[in-house]
């Protein structure tokens, strides 16, 4: 069983800063992708941030330039540093994983989910 476990939401000032943590625990044979989502009252849940097991990354064009995705890979951890927030990013963000248990047996992990307030 994988355990993905999220810190770092929060109440901050438009314009201010907060970064997101998402730690992987149990037993498992390595991670592929590692992605940060959000979903905001009444709409879907987007993908804002994915990061491969290599380094490369992508972002929705709306944080592009504000919000960087990094992991490190020797604590099964991946990170969404979010800087010049905005009302509208708003939301309760989830880190997703992609964790290979064993060779040929790969499955998709969820967090809680931690809400992130932009006050105006």
């Known amino acids: 069983q994988v355990q993905l476990v999220e810190s770092g939401g929060g109440l901050v000032q438009a314009g201010g800063s907060l970064r997101l943590s998402c730690a992987a625990a149990g037993t498992f044979f390595t991670i592929h992708a590692m992605a940060w989502y959000r979903q905001a009252p009444g709409k879907q849940r987007e993908l804002v941030a994915v990061?491969?097991?290599?380094?490369?990354?992508n972002y929705v064009d709306s944080v592009k330039g504000r919000f960087i995705i990094s992991r490190d890979n020797t604590q099964n951890t991946v990170y969404l540093q979010m800087s010049s927030l905005k009302p509208e990013d708003t939301a309760v963000y989830y880190c997703?994983?992609?964790?290979?248990?064993?060779?040929?047996?790969?499955?998709?992990?969820w967090g809680q989910g931690t809400q992130v307030t932009v006050s105006s």
């Open positions: 990061i491969s097991s290599g380094g490369t990354t």
């Open positions: 997703n994983a992609v964790v290979l248990i064993i060779p040929g047996h790969e499955y998709d992990y």
